[in-house]
């Protein structure tokens, strides 16, 4: 007499969702802490900063642990601490609204390139259009016109992340509508605009998962290369950027200065890399 | 953008990590200080050396900004070379006594409407022609044209006729008198007449200096060498001089440290802490400094067309706090526009505003306003964005909120010159190192005729005149002198923040490098001690 082996629960037996996979090994563990304690500072900055972080003192270039200043002042006798905190407020508030707005913008673009050719043709020659300017050359001509601020910072990013997404999209659109699955969609009798949001979509979205880590990294460099150059927030509201420009002609007498956003700006982008990389990693697997 | 992020993760960052590094060296490579003002030559690191002047060798000078041969006859954030490749007619000594140049003695006619200048000979441009009077006619003729922008048109202007009497004297008759003639000849370079053209485009500089243009390579630097045939027998002793631009802060202290350049004014004062301990170099700080900040208000605009408001934004500043922690202690908190080697200044005047936070709350009370937001502009570099950032929270403590509107060099440049400033901005001005009347006729920012403030006033335009066109010394100058400062505190339409300190940095080899009041920089004498 056989016995059967008891039945598995349903649930132990569906298949982990790739992304959870990749977010559990090592790299994506890493990359998560790093972005999470990076955010939680961000968040946290208005109870963590003893200081409003645009309040002046006599204190020029305080050291680090000095009474109050944990990370010693700047220049103009502003808490370094509460600075970096909400720099990093100031910046991840920027890249959460660009970054998502970009891949939006870029997503829709693709899907309405891939409903006719002649859509199609403009949107790849718009997309080239913005292509043909690097990003801080796109950034100041953004600022020669709107000046700099909040604003501009968020259209330069996201107009950067516009073709990247819509070109991403596209090669996934052409890639699958050849499948077999669609051509089937077709013959049953499915509209061109069902099959492209309900079956074309969600098979081409992986990538654009893992393209929106990579795009949140470079919003930071971009950020922080517009804020260092001048064109980005306005003073005297403090960005990573910002803070690190302002370091620059102190860095010999106080390196500590810099050390702060540095040091952040590496964590963040190292983050968002092992994420980006971890579920480049699993979808590719 | 899709070339620079490709849909691999790992290849993120490479090319922006370049291009914000670029972009940074761009960001410190704009290195416009505002107008710069000369230095006491008396000042100058006076080292003896007993071998005596050693011929020979080349200087290179660190400059932060590249020559502009656009603005060759006005000046610019970057005059070195003036001197170098052009002679003016006379030179101030300490005291503001005008020395021999390329005018080797003068005369002024009895009423002050005349001066005869008796011109060198043996002089001949880089070319081998003959410096002539016809030259000096051209040069006078020249900055009376608007196109050259020239900031002593006025002065110029002021010369009306010209008698020749011969190739080496000449009379110069004014409108009326002047009593900055000789500001203009500092100011004025003796230029040849038949390649001016070519000299604003930056093809060729022909002058009767010491040196003469080799190459000018935009973006890197001049190269000169010396002037075989120069008017001043044995000089220049130095073969050559390299003026190179190195717009980013860190790299013109680290070319100075490591011996790569020998020369610079361009140091911010901020930097200078980083200097002052390298044996290798001496640091020399100079009494006429270096132009001055000052926070200008646009009169025009409600309600700063009260001076009851303007003077409480005067009273609101620390001045103190500025000079200490935007100009690195290198200058001098001031009230007034004047260094202290000017003949206006007093400490009265330098002091009649200082830090009252409480009188300048009161005095805006009492013109009806508790707060009021206004736009302040400034240039987006780190020096002047701490300025403003500086004057920004002392505003906001008497209920003056400010937004702060950072604006590239050019603009700002052009807003000044065509009145369309906002409400406020900070940025820095000269001039205030000469004759005290010439800042009042020359300065945009102070121009009684036309000024960046839109500043009006019968009264000031009157003592303007008076103080330019008197012939008074002694108790009677500084009578008219005084009432142009006291006009300037009373309608603080310019509020002086701080005297700039102006710093040579030098190796310790260099010897007998000066520079004149408009910041020419002068080698004739200067060597390379072995």
Redesign the interface.
């Given at each position: 007499m056989t016995t059967l082996a008891p039945t598995a629960p349903a649930a132990a037996r569906r298949p982990r969702h790739p992304y959870l996979t990749a977010l559990a090994t090592a790299r994506g563990r890493t990359g998560l802490a790093l972005v999470g304690l990076v955010v939680l500072a961000g968040l946290l900055a208005p109870l963590l900063a003893g200081h409003p972080p645009t309040d002046q003192s006599g204190l020029t270039l305080a050291p680090v642990g000095t009474p109050g200043h944990p990370l010693g002042t700047d220049d103009l006798g502003r808490d370094l601490l509460s600075r970096l905190l909400h720099g990093i407020r100031a910046d991840l508030g920027i890249i959460a609204v660009a970054v998502p707005l970009g891949a939006v913008l870029g997503c829709l673009l693709a899907l309405a390139a891939a409903v006719h050719p002649a859509v199609d043709t403009a949107v790849q020659r718009a997309f080239d259009l913005i292509l043909a300017f690097p990003g801080l050359i796109l950034a100041l001509a953004v600022t020669a016109v709107l000046g700099p601020g909040r604003l501009p910072v968020v259209l330069v990013i996201a107009l950067a992340e516009i073709p990247v997404f819509g070109r991403l999209l596209r090669t996934g659109i052409l890639a699958q509508r050849s499948r077999e699955y669609v051509t089937a969609a077709r013959v049953g009798g499915t509209s061109g605009r069902r099959i492209l949001t309900r079956h074309v979509l969600p098979n081409a979205a992986d990538p654009l998962v893992v393209q929106f880590a990579v795009s949140l990294t470079v919003a930071v460099f971009l950020e922080g290369a517009m804020s260092f150059l001048g064109v980005g927030v306005r003073p005297p509201e403090p960005t990573l950027g910002a803070v690190l420009s302002q370091s620059m002609p102190h860095l010999a007498q106080a390196p500590h200065f810099a050390a702060g956003p540095l040091v952040t700006v590496t964590a963040l982008v190292l983050g968002l890399s092992l994420v980006a990389e971890a579920l480049n990693r699993e979808i590719r697997r | 953008?899709?070339?620079?992020?490709p849909?691999?993760?790992?290849a993120?960052?490479r090319r922006?990590?370049l291009?914000?590094a670029?972009?940074?060296t761009?960001?410190?490579g704009l290195g416009l200080t505002g107008c710069r003002s000369a230095v006491e030559e008396s000042a100058a690191p006076a080292v003896a050396d007993a071998a005596g002047p050693r011929r020979g060798g080349t200087l290179t000078v660190a400059v932060n900004s590249d020559f502009t041969p656009s603005l060759l006859f006005a000046q610019s954030n970057q005059s070195l070379q003036q001197r170098l490749i052009y002679n003016t007619l006379t030179r101030y000594d300490d005291r503001l006594e005008p020395q021999p140049e390329l005018a080797t003695s003068w005369e002024y006619a009895a009423d002050g409407r005349a001066l005869t200048l008796k011109l060198r000979t043996g002089v001949v441009f880089h070319d081998g022609r003959p410096f002539t009077a016809d030259d000096v006619i051209f040069a006078v003729k020249n900055l009376q044209n608007p196109v050259r922008a020239a900031q002593l048109r006025a002065t110029a202007a002021a010369v009306t006729g010209f008698e020749k009497r011969g190739d080496h004297e000449l009379v110069l008759k004014l409108a009326h008198p002047v009593n900055n003639l000789f500001d203009l000849f500092e100011f004025m370079i003796i230029t040849d007449p038949g390649s001016v053209e070519e000299a604003v485009a930056g093809k060729r500089l022909n002058g009767t200096g010491p040196f003469s243009l080799t190459r000018w390579s935009p973006g890197t630097g001049l190269g000169l060498k010396r002037h075989e045939k120069y008017w001043q027998p044995g000089r220049p002793y130095l073969d050559g001089v390299e003026i190179r631009v190195v717009p980013q802060?860190?790299a013109l202290?680290s070319s100075l440290r490591t011996g790569q350049s020998q020369l610079s004014y361009s140091v911010?004062g901020?930097?200078l802490?980083?200097v002052a301990g390298v044996p290798g170099l001496v640091v020399s700080e100079y009494a006429t400094g270096g132009g001055a900040s000052y926070l200008g208000v646009n009169t025009s605009i409600a309600p700063l067309d009260d001076k009851t408001v303007r003077q409480a934004l005067a009273w609101a500043v620390d001045r103190e706090?500025i000079l200490?922690?935007?100009l690195g202690g290198y200058g001098l908190a001031s009230a007034t526009p004047w260094p202290k080697s000017s003949p206006a200044f007093t400490e009265a005047g330098r002091t009649h505003y200082r830090h009252d936070p409480g009188k300048a709350r009161e005095l805006l009370r009492s013109a009806g306003h508790t707060r009021l937001d206004l736009p302040l502009l400034h240039v987006?570099?780190?020096?002047e964005?701490?300025l403003?950032?500086?004057v920004?929270?002392d505003l906001q403590q008497i209920g003056v909120h400010v937004?702060?509107?950072?604006t590239d060099a050019a603009t700002a440049q052009k807003k000044l010159i065509s009145q369309s400033m906002p409400a406020l901005w900070a940025m820095g001005h000269s001039f205030a190192q000469v004759q005290p009347s010439t800042l009042a006729v020359s300065a945009y920012p102070f121009n009684a005729a036309k000024n960046t403030s839109r500043f009006r006033s019968e009264e000031y335009t009157r003592i303007v005149r008076e103080a330019w066109t008197s012939r008074a010394t002694g108790a009677g100058a500084n009578a008219l002198r005084q009432r142009v400062t006291d006009t300037l505190l009373d309608e603080a339409f310019i509020i002086d923040l701080a005297i700039r300190g102006s710093v040579q940095v030098a190796s310790r080899k260099l010897r007998g490098a000066t520079l004149n009041k408009f910041s020419y920089l002068n080698l004739d004498d200067a060597y390379l001690a072995g």
């Open positions: - | 953008m899709t070339e620079l992020y849909s691999a993760p790992s993120v960052s922006t990590t291009r914000a670029g972009g940074g761009l960001l410190l802060a860190d202290i911010p901020r930097n802490a980083t706090r200490k922690q935007v987006n570099l780190p020096g964005t701490a403003a950032e500086a920004q929270y937004t702060l509107e950072p």
